[in-house]
């Protein structure tokens, strides 16, 4: 998360498998609630946000996308670990390159040296549901 005040724009991918899309898991440890959004991440000046969608990706899980569309742009206000938050995303569809990706049930990855997450494939009807938390809630209008 940025510093207080600051808009992050970050660029994100929302990948399918039939009734199922891949999200990275987080954790907000004031609201004590696990919660699930597409992966991506910040675009740094003088990129383009497709090109930080590919760079995020590679960097994150080594996988490079294909068939990348854009979908639209997203603001998203919220409140983790206490504090507010302001995004402009930059949403894209996109698939995989590589066919491995799909097969995979779960994947940890690092953004950091001390922060690993874990990716998965979550069936669109438990976020529906509720079961699962999908973030920003207006992802739901992309599926």
């Known amino acids: 998360m940025n510093k207080a005040g600051e808009i992050r724009v970050i660029a994100l991918g929302l990948l399918r498998n039939g009734d ?3 999200l990275s898991e ?14 991506g ?19 994150e899980i080594q996988a490079d996308l294909t068939n990348i569309k854009y979908l639209g742009c997203i603001e ?4 983790f670990n206490g504090r507010q ?10 698939d995989f390159a590589d066919s491995k990706f799909y097969q995979l049930e779960s ?4 953004e950091s040296p001390h922060h690993k997450h874990r990716a998965l494939w979550i069936d669109i ?3 529906k549901s509720g079961e699962f938390r999908l973030v920003p809630e207006v992802f739901f209008e992309y599926l």
């Open 20 to 22: 199922r899309i891949f």
């Open 26 to 39: 987080g954790y907000d440890p004031v609201k004590q609630e696990a919660f699930y959004r597409a992966l």
């Open 41 to 59: 991440g910040g675009v740094e000046f003088g990129e383009t946000s497709r090109a930080a969608l590919e760079r995020e990706f590679q960097e």
């Open 76 to 79: 998203n206000l919220f409140i």
């Open 85 to 94: 938050g302001h995004e402009i995303i930059q949403l894209y569809q996109c």
């Open 107 to 110: 994947l940890v990855f690092s």
């Open 125 to 127: 009807s438990r976020l």
